[in-house]
Each structure stands twice: as C-alpha cells, then as structure tokens.
C-alpha cells in the first residue's frame, strides 16, 4: 500500500503540476517513481520523495500511478501501454467523474491486459447471445442502474459470484443454467463512459432509487456499483436502499453493448 506523503509528479512528458493533475488530486490519485515505490515497499521507508525536487526525466526512469493504495499503471516515457494511459486520463482531466471511472477500471484490471465479465443465464438464453450478442432491447427495464426506458446487461467480475447467482436463480428450482464469460481489453474499456460506486453511498441509492422507478436518464456506457439487496421496497417507496456487499457491472448503452458482444467467449 502506498500513500501521497511518497507522491511525485513526473515532468517531461507526463502531466504537470497543473490542471491536467487535478481531477487525479481529486479523486486521490497521485505518480511516484516507481523505483522509490520498491525500495519503499520491501524496506519500510517514511517520507519517500519529496514532491518539490522534480528533476530531468530521463528514458530508463519509470513512474508508477497509484489510486486507493494500488499501483494502477506503470512505465517511462517510452511505454506506449503507460503513455497511452496517461493520455486517455489527459483527455478526461477536465472531469472529475469521468477520470474517476477510469481509474476504477484500472484498480479492476489490476495488471491483466483484459477484463473478465461473466453473465449467468439459462442455457437458452446463453446460446440466444452467443449466436446474436448482447442485445439491451431483449432485457428487463427500471433495474438498478438503467436509463429510463431501456434495457440494460449486467454482469460481474467473479466467476464464483455468478456461479452462485445462478444456483440461487435457477438451481434452487431444478433447473440447469450456464454462464457467458467476455474479455474486454483495457483499450475498448478505457474508450467507454463508465460510471463507478465503490461504495454505497448517497449518490449511489439516489441512483438506483430513480432507476428503479424510471426516473433517471444518463449517457454511461457501463455502471459499476453494489447490487441492490431491497428492490422491490426500493420501487415501492417503502424503504431506503439497502446495498449487497457484492458488485454488479451494468452495460447500459449500444456502444457498451456492442463492445461486449465483440469479445465474447463463443
């Protein structure tokens, strides 16, 4: 775990220690050189480097970005992964929310390359995506994080939590069912308006209390957040939202939808 008494912002090539770098100060972001970040890890060190002495970028030096404690990118001015990255959250800089969602997918996607998504369903309705992909219009509207009036997929980064999901569903009746696994990589994913809740907060039953009851309409491509343990008292207005400690990852638009079917596991 890392923390921002060890940050340092790299120059040359990398953001500034201007605007560019607020949405990240905003949402807890901050770089630190990454050979610092070891030594500091194995050994223990306090006070790491001090923010104000920034220096030459050389091209062997490499940088890490660390969000909640984590190292969510890493490279030099050279790594195209890393440079590509940076750009994607340059191009969001001018809103907080919309880098926050980026960083949520790179905390996510740890160091894998792609991320995995399961959806567990009846075997039917497997074969029905797998022969004509994830079509919004054939799912139920007013759930959790839909826009008003339309259908929304929804999946979860664990395999093991689908597998239960679909024993509780389908297994407690007797009946069989199968699960659809997609493998999103990051560039596709970092392209998308991705809305992330890592908590349940207020924002959060605000938003699954409109979506709901029809009444919120939004331009995400994917929402992530905790599912909704209450959603019938929810829709009826008789109780406040009551969140699972388990997550749901919501594809909400065309586009997301059309990115999930173009990697899907056939």
Known sequence: ????????????????????????????????????????????????VNPD?????SSNRKFALVYKGEIVAQGS???????????????????????????????????????????????????????????????????????????????????????????????SRGLPSDVVQFDIPDKDLLNLNIKVFDAPTKDWADFVTKARTGRIVHDYDIVIGPKLKNPWDVKEGIALPKAHKEFQIAITSEKGAKTLTKYLHK
């Not at 770089?31 to 500091?40: G, K, R, S, T, V």
């Not at 139920?140 to 395999?159: C, P, V």
């Open 53 to 57: 002495i920034i220096g030459s970028i």
């Open 77 to 171: 001015r050279y790594d195209k992964a890393y440079q590509k990255t940076l750009m994607i959250l340059k191009q969001a800089s001018y809103d907080v929310k919309k880098v926050k969602g980026i960083l949520e997918i790179k905390l996510l996607l740890k160091d894998k390359k792609s991320l995995n998504l399961f959806h567990g369903t009846s075997p039917n309705a497997a074969l029905s995506i797998k022969k004509n992909g994830v079509l919004l219009s054939e799912n139920i509207i007013e759930l959790n994080f839909n826009t008003k009036g339309k259908g929304a997929f929804y999946t979860s980064s664990s395999h093991k939590e689908t597998v239960g999901y679909n024993k509780y569903k389908f297994g």
């Open 1 to 48: 775990m890392f923390s921002p008494s060890e940050w340092v912002i790299p120059s040359a090539g990398f953001f500034s220690k201007t605007s560019e770098c607020d949405a990240l100060v905003q949402n807890g972001a901050f770089f630190m050189e990454l050979d610092a970040a070891a030594i500091m890890e194995s050994i223990g060190k306090k006070g790491g």
